[in-house]
């Protein structure tokens, strides 16, 4: 079982910046993709950003230009970095890994093997 365990959640005022961390065991860190999900009560859960164990990114639409996927191998944590946030962004967000190599098929499918408990973000004024 990979435990993985999501902070960094919370309100912040649209145009604002948020980062999001995930810890994730040592043992992952060569041979799984790591990612951010987020979803809405109600809605389809939606891919945010995807890292492979070789550091290749990939990026959801509503992400794109705007959030950034890293990886500090160090400390075994995985971050989102979210700038100019709208209320469109409210959502819990999720931290997933999976064996192999995915990319934009987990970003895509968002049916990874193993996830956090979540972090709730909320935009508003």
């Known amino acids: 079982q990979v435990q993985l365990q999501e902070s960094g959640g919370g309100s912040v005022q649209p145009g604002g910046s948020l980062t999001l961390s995930c810890s994730f065991p040592?043992?992952?860190?060569?041979?799984?993709?790591l990612g951010w999900f987020r979803q809405v009560p109600g809605k389809k859960r939606e891919g945010v950003a995807v890292?492979?164990?070789?550091?290749?990114?990939s990026y959801g639409d509503s992400a794109k230009g705007r959030f950034s996927i890293s990886k500090d191998n160090a400390k075994n944590i995985l971050y989102l970095q979210m700038n100019n946030l709208t209320p469109e962004d409210s959502a819990m967000y999720y931290c997933?890994?999976?064996?192999?190599?995915?990319?934009?098929?987990?970003?895509?499918?968002?049916?990874?093997?193993?996830w956090g408990q979540g972090t709730q973000v909320t935009v508003s004024s």
């Open positions: 997933a890994a999976d064996e192999g190599y995915g990319g934009m098929w987990y970003v895509v499918k968002a049916e990874l093997k193993y």
């Open positions: 040592h043992y992952i860190t060569s041979t799984h993709a």
């Open positions: 890292v492979d164990y070789d550091d290749y990114k």
